[in-house]
């Protein structure tokens, strides 16, 4: 069936630091993959998407490459800032099917 | 443009009380619809998906029930609440046919 391993938090970081949490992916043929970010008390937001194999989704200074042949979609950020403190959940569906979430990963970053 | 609407935000029930927690989207037609809990310190777990009126699938046995009265409706509901019903859920809905999601704002439940 279909699955999403992200990596275990919670990561705490410095402000300014780079980031990276890791998303691998258990899929029958060709899912769209996504990276949603739920802030304190919040419902889950649409961070960035990718819909093909080699797509890199991108959106406010956040990054993901969709790796077919690593079936892995690992979101990246070059400097985070404190307001980038959430949790992060890496996702897949395919058109006709369910979404699936990852386990999320909490993000902690201090001044 | 779509909305979509959950409520309430936050409840407390007691152990053994009926919940009822409504779902409504505006601005789409037979949007496939979903419900995820998130337990404390847990991921979302998909409870139910319902791809049109009267569709319920559900994931995982539970002490919860979900029905869609209309197309734009989502209800979850549970007769007796226990005290693993806790957590944080979600509504959420996508175009049939297509893969991103759209999620409310969600309601916290505490059972005690």
């Known amino acids: 069936g279909n699955s999403v391993t992200q990596m275990e938090g919670p990561v705490t970081l410095s402000e300014e630091a780079f980031l990276t949490i890791n998303c691998t992916y258990t899929a029958t043929g060709y899912p769209s993959l996504f990276w949603y970010v739920q802030y304190p008390g919040e419902g889950l937001q649409l961070l960035l998407k990718?819909?093909?194999?080699?797509d890199k989704g991108s959106n406010k200074g956040f990054e993901a490459t969709y790796r077919k042949e690593t079936t892995s979609f690992h979101l990246e950020k070059g400097s985070v800032q404190v307001s980038d403190s959430a949790v992060y959940f890496c996702?897949?569906?395919?058109?006709?099917?369910?979404?699936?979430f990852g386990q999320g990963t909490t993000l902690q970053v201090k001044p | 443009s779509q909305t979509i609407h959950q409520w309430p935000a936050t409840l407390v029930q007691p152990v053994g009380s009926p919940l009822s927690l409504e779902c409504t989207v505006e601005g789409t037609s037979n949007p496939n619809l979903y419900w995820y809990r998130q337990a404390a310190g847990r991921g979302l777990q998909l409870l139910f998906y319902s791809v049109g009126i009267g569709q319920i699938s559900s994931e995982v046995p539970q002490n919860l029930s979900a029905s869609r009265p209309q197309d734009r409706q989502f209800i979850l509901s549970s007769k007796k609440l226990l005290l693993s019903d806790s957590g944080f859920y979600l509504c959420?809905?996508?175009?049939?046919?297509?893969?991103?999601?759209?999620f409310g704002q969600g309601t916290r439940l505490t059972v005690v």
């Open positions: 990718a819909t093909k194999a080699d």
């Open positions: 959420a809905w996508s175009v049939s046919g297509t893969a991103e999601a759209f």
């Open positions: 996702a897949l569906k395919r058109n006709t099917g369910k979404l699936i």
